[in-house]
């Protein structure tokens, strides 16, 4: 039962894949802000459900300290994301998330006194630099494309931005837990979320917001929203079973699980080409599981 944190975070490697492959589809037809918001409100009846199984815990100032600051960064990683996808290629955007993993080898170390194993940090590296050569085909200038890109492609440099404060929203997080349970805390952060988020997503979705109902927007977002559903909670009971790095290096495999998506649904080519960022994924997460 020790690694037991490793199912629940394969489940939310699994669900985020899942959400976002139905969110990209969504997003070829739908305001991204809506989708985005439509996502999250989706996902609030089944916490508000989970909130109700669980005893209320008792809270203190570093549950609402960890929170509050948590929000605005998890808002601004939204808004950038959405703008990162939306202006760049995605083989120069989404190899940088790869660099979470990275980041919480420190941010987690500074916030909570967390420490890493020297295996455990290899099996993070390999998992981030796994990550970071899935898209190495796109790579038409070679491996170091996407950083020599910054300069031209503002979505390349929102995304190290976004990958950065998801490593400080992720530890955040953790502590809030700590000071709470997780079950409490996916669904109170959550229901916040969705609320400070919704002037953003009705202002730059103004202009569909009159036909929301009738021209499909929310039945779109109804299997992302299920999904995410089951990333937050797989996501939250996990890493309140394990150091902050291990568990979000293990849910990186998200990006491993949507190239197969990408290839099955989407009809990507270049699978093949893959291996080896997929080799090196498979072995951090080996490593990361040995090293517990």
Same mark, same amino acid.
């Given at each position: 039962m020790e690694n037991v944190w490793v199912l629940f975070a394969l489940v939310?490697?699994?669900?985020?894949?899942?959400?976002?492959?139905?969110? %990209?589809?969504?997003l070829a037809a739908y305001n991204e802000y809506l989708i985005a918001w439509l996502r999250l409100l989706m996902?609030?009846?089944?916490?508000?459900?989970?909130?109700?199984?669980?005893?209320?815990?008792a809270l203190d100032k570093e549950f609402f300290v960890a929170s509050l600051v948590a929000l605005p960064f998890e808002i601004t990683a939204m808004?950038?994301?959405?703008?990162?996808? %939306?202006?760049?290629?995605?083989?120069?955007?989404?190899p940088f998330l790869s660099l979470t993993p990275i980041f919480?080898?420190?941010?987690?170390?500074?916030?909570?006194?967390e420490t890493v194993s020297m295996?455990?940090?290899?099996?993070?590296?390999?998992?981030?630099?796994?990550?970071?050569?899935?898209?190495? %085909?796109?790579? %038409?200038?070679?491996?170091f494309?996407?950083?020599?890109?910054?300069?031209r492609e503002k979505g390349s440099v929102y995304m190290i931005v976004v990958a950065l404060i998801f490593s400080i929203t992720s530890t955040l997080g953790k502590k809030a837990i700590i000071h709470s349970s997780p079950l409490f805390f996916a669904a109170s952060y959550y229901v916040a979320l969705a609320v400070f988020f919704a002037p953003v997503a009705l202002y730059k979705g103004r202009g569909d917001l009159k036909e929301l109902w009738k021209?499909?927007?929310v039945k779109a977002a109804l299997l992302p929203g299920f999904f995410h559903l089951l990333m937050i909670i797989s996501h939250m009971i996990a890493i309140s079973l394990t150091t902050v790095a291990y568990m979000i290096s293990v849910k990186r495999l998200s990006l491993l699980i949507g190239v197969l998506y990408g290839h099955l649904f989407f009809k990507e080519q270049g699978i093949r080409d893959r291996f080896a960022g997929s080799a090196l994924m498979l072995a951090g997460f080996a490593l990361i599981v040995l090293s517990r």
């Open positions: 939310a490697a699994f669900s985020l894949a899942t959400s976002d492959a139905f969110t %990209k589809k969504a996902t609030l009846p089944g916490l508000c459900i989970a909130l109700l199984l669980v005893p209320l815990p808004i950038l994301y959405i703008k990162a996808l %939306k202006l760049s290629p995605l083989s120069l955007t989404l919480l080898i420190i941010v987690p170390h500074v916030l909570l006194g295996q455990g940090t290899m099996g993070v590296l390999l998992i981030a630099a796994g990550g970071y050569m899935l898209n190495l %085909k796109e790579f %038409k200038r070679g491996i494309e996407p950083f020599l890109a910054i300069r021209n499909g927007t």
